[in-house]
């Protein structure tokens, strides 16, 4: 299936959504990423906050996530 919708209006909808995920866990963690939890050190984790705050750990790999996904749409011709 393929759904039409504008180039503007889907930058407008990942940026409220990276507006939206700013507000959680009292702010996104931007040392965040995602993991394999048997590839990470539990210590490393520890030092950089995925245990004493894991909304803002889940905020910041969101923000990352839509951060690409705008910047590959904005790179993308126009049709």
Known sequence: MIISVSK????????????????????????????????VDVDVLNELGYYTNREAWIAGVRIKHLNIYLSEIQAQQSR
């Open 8 to 39: 503007e209006e889907l930058i407008g909808v990942i940026l409220e959504e990276m507006k939206a995920w700013e507000s959680v866990g009292g702010g996104p963690n931007y040392q965040a990423f995602d993991f394999d939890p048997k590839d």
